[in-house]
């Protein structure tokens, strides 16, 4: 029962420590993974934006005011903890 249960894990092991293979993602060999900080940094400055432009308006209760100034509020303070921790962390 144990060589078969150390089978198993032998086999989940191989499959877990897998390559990625150069032809399938090509853009491994030169680094490349899909991201844009910089364009995902202003995005969401515009997206913030607009959730406090979206205050002016013809609504007349206050739920929406509450849900936009949450939001936008949230989004600036994700926006500034990014900012802080990219600028710092050079020093840890």
């Known amino acids: 029962m144990a060589t078969q249960q150390s089978a198993e894990l032998e ?3 191989a ?3 897998h390559a990625t293979d ?3 993602e090509p853009s491994e060999a030169w680094g490349w993974h899909g991201e844009f900080p910089r364009a995902t940094r202003a995005a969401g400055w515009i997206c913030a934006a607009i959730m406090f432009i979206m205050l002016i308006g013809n609504h007349r209760g206050w739920n929406e005011d509450v849900w936009l100034i949450v939001l936008g509020s949230g989004m600036v303070g994700v926006l500034l903890l990014d900012k802080v921790r990219r600028r710092t962390s050079w020093r840890r």
Do not use: C, F, T, Y
């Open 15 to 17: 499959h877990a420590h």
């Open 22 to 24: 150069p032809h399938a």
């Open 11 to 13: 086999k989940h092991d």
